[in-house]
């Protein structure tokens, strides 16, 4: 099957791109397109208009600049699992980016066109929450910042305005004696996780705790957070004890649903365990000699 006719737009700017979703009706924005082409091609999505973005150069960009990782709407999954930088220093990026399906969507799709779909079983939405970090959107009125947080509402829906292209998403470069994981259960390559979690430390010349974020992927009605599990966490010094606390927490606070995948205790239990791996792995690169938990 093709996809259904559609009118086709290639802004080069940033400012061109806003105009369009501002004048056309109920347009769609096209960035790496793997959840939108096949889509289109099996006509679950018949769009009238599509706005292709990918001839803005000014959108395709990873770097740090003013006490941000930025990563640019053009910033491929391929770019991040690539990246030096991501190797050296930014661990839960560097774990998530070869799980994202297979090399060749990873080739093409985007960090960014990720984040915005809010399909909670998305992998980067949780590591944006976990970093405490933010989008930065265009409109009409200009430009406004959007802390993760803030941003998902419902599957496949966020606070974004109408008329709005994410054009960055950010999280603050991390400080000394900061770590961060991601770990996922999948059946097989290129499926989506059936859990995930993304856990950042931050660790005080006395080996405490002083900051920590988890976010949970495929087990509530959008990427969460483990508010409780991060309170738990501050403060302590890091311990395999406190780890599976920590654990047991986060999976009270998921919110699974069965399906054909397991049913709700299963996935509980497996936020539980990925909790764990995750912050053991955190608290190993922020420092902390690593005792795998292994329950």
């Known amino acids: 099957m093709k996809a259904a006719a559609f009118e086709h737009h290639e802004p080069t ?7 369009l979703l501002e004048s056309l009706d109920s347009p769609t924005i096209l960035a ?65 980016a070869p799980l994202v399906a297979d090399p060749q969507i990873r080739n093409r799709g985007t960090i960014v066109g990720s984040i915005a779909q809010a399909d909670p079983k998305g992998d980067w939405g949780s590591v944006l929450l976990a970093h405490d970090g933010e989008v930065v959107a265009q409109g009409p009125d200009g430009e406004r910042v959007i802390p993760a947080d803030e941003l998902f509402l419902l599957p496949y829906d966020t606070s974004l305005g109408e008329n709005e292209l994410v054009t960055e998403a950010r999280v603050p470069v991390p400080e000394a004696g900061e770590g961060s994981a991601y770990h996922k259960l999948k059946r097989k390559t290129g499926d989506y996780a059936m859990a995930g979690v993304a856990a950042r430390l931050v660790l005080d010349d006395d080996g405490r705790i002083t900051d920590a974020g988890i976010g949970m992927t495929a087990v509530d009605i959008t ?73």
């Open 32 to 96: 790496g397109g793997q959840s939108l082409v096949p889509m289109l091609r099996f006509r679950l999505a018949r769009p009238d208009t599509v706005v292709d973005i990918n001839g803005i150069d000014s959108l395709d960009y990873l770097h740090e600049e003013d006490g941000y990782l930025k990563l640019g709407a053009l910033a491929r999954h391929a770019d991040v699992e690539d990246s030096d930088l991501i190797d050296e220093k930014y661990g839960s990026f560097a774990d998530t």
């Open 223 to 295: 990427n969460a957070r483990a508010r409780e599990a991060e309170a738990h966490l501050e403060g302590e010094r890091p311990s395999a004890d406190l780890f599976e606390a920590a654990g047991e927490l986060a999976a009270e606070e998921s919110n699974p649903e069965s399906d054909e995948h397991g049913d709700a205790s299963y996935k509980e239990r497996m936020i539980d365990v990925l909790t764990q791996r995750a912050l053991g792995d955190a608290a190993e690169r922020a420092g902390v000699v690593k005792r795998r938990v292994t329950p």
């Open 13 to 19: 700017t940033v400012d061109k791109a806003v105009s």
